[in-house]
């Protein structure tokens, strides 16, 4: 089992920055790849950036170059930095991990980013 435990959400000017972090808890941290999704309201949930075990990451082409992934396995968080957001990154972003072998895949309860001004 892992517990994902999101923060950093708020609301923030279009230009602005914030960083999420998400905590997790339970089993071998380094075993996980972890991403970050969003959901916005009335769209489905997508992803929005991921890194691997191995520390390889991918980004959804709308956030490239204004996003960034990183993890770290000292202290079992996962971080996405946000520059340069705009009023269509509003959504909610969920945490989520996927065990590397068995695929199980867990979900933070989310936390919400709003950018307006």
């Known amino acids: 089992q892992v517990q994902l435990v999101e923060s950093g959400g708020g609301l923030v000017q279009p230009g602005g920055s914030l960083r999420l972090s998400c905590a997790a808890s339970g089993n071998i941290f380094s075993m996980y790849d972890m991403g970050w999704y969003r959901q916005a309201p009335g769209k489905q949930r997508e992803l929005v950036a991921r890194?691997?075990?191995?520390?390889?990451?991918n980004y959804a082409d709308s956030v490239k170059g204004r996003f960034t992934i990183s993890r770290d396995n000292d202290r079992n968080t996962t971080d996405l930095q946000m520059n340069s957001l705009k009023p269509e990154d509003t959504a909610v972003y969920y945490c989520?991990?996927?065990?590397?072998?068995?695929?199980?895949?867990?979900w933070g309860q989310g936390t919400q980013v709003t950018v307006s001004s």
């Open positions: 989520n991990a996927v065990h590397i072998v068995w695929r199980r895949t867990y």
């Open positions: 890194i691997t075990s191995a520390r390889s990451t």
